[in-house]
């Protein structure tokens, strides 16, 4: 979600970066969608936020998207359930995310649910919430209280809060979500799914040291790109910048050791950091079963590729141990 830096383009330039960053939106959202509809994992909300895909997707990718989703997801359950949902929850450039619906239909909400995205994002997400019945009962069921606060750009209910910021500005976020009534004494989780790479590693440190700063008891979960200084990641850059959109804070996606560091230097006391094909390793093996028969995988070495340019970080500040969340993987390279 967040993006180039303000103070290295000037205004034009920015609003196009910017521009090509809400793009990845609607990229990834369409590439979800697709994987739902093939059968990877179930997503009854998915629909109303975003068109079917003209075209199949490779099933790499489909296979790549199923991971993040349930490697995110495994990482979230286990915060909430160590909590006991006595928490919250803060999604950053969430895009048309589903999970606020996914984890009510699971009995897995969090006392409150935050999502920040760019001010237009949000405009078009509250938009489709407004339009949609099944987006906007489960909200309204799970309200008390005073009257629902809802308008363009913002939404905020006892349980689920939308707010249109830039993730470039923390004191600014701060504001906004204090005014939603985000409870700094809470254990809290903030996720980042492909947003860090957009902001300047200048930006991203503020952000994660801001947070850091912010929640006594936190866990950060960061999914995003590494092994970004090879080959294959060249590739990838090259791929990106045909489209305009420009990895700001690629130099940090170097390696593993580069995305753990990065959380240490920034307040965290524990960061993990692994690559997605590990991750793909540790999933339930019965299910991948089940996902490797929906489509014939032809380029498996490409697959493997592209999983060891993803990772999964995660990191905690707290003292009860919140961040160990993922201790049975054993061959964890990063400890």
Known sequence: MATAARDQLPAAGLDEADEAVRGT??????????????????????????????????????????????????????????????CQIVNLGAGMDTLFWRLKDENLLPRKYFEVDFPMIVA???????????????????????????????????RYSIVGADLRFSSDLEEKLKKHKLDVHLPTVLVAECVLVYMTPQQSANLLKWAANTFPVAMFINYEQVNMADRFGQIMIENLQRRQCNLAGVEVCRSLESQKERLLLNGWENAHAIDMMKVYSFLPQADVKRIEELEFLDEKELFEQLMQHYCICWASKDSSNLGNVLQHLRNDPSH
Not at 69 to 84: D, H, I, M, P
């Open 124 to 158: 078009r997400k509250i938009h489709n919430i407004k339009s949609k019945p099944p987006l906007s009962k489960p909200i309204i069921e799970t309200h008390s209280g005073d009257s629902l606060l809802i308008d363009s750009h913002s939404l905020d209910s006892s």
């Open 25 to 86: 939106c609607e990229d990834a959202s369409v590439c979800k969608r697709f994987a739902v509809s093939v059968g990877y994992w179930k997503d009854p909300y998915i629909q109303y936020f975003v068109r079917q895909a003209k075209e199949r997707k490779a099933p790499e990718i489909n296979r790549g998207y199923y991971a993040r989703v349930q490697g995110v997801s495994y990482l979230l359950e286990a915060f909430l359930k160590k909590t006991e949902c006595n």
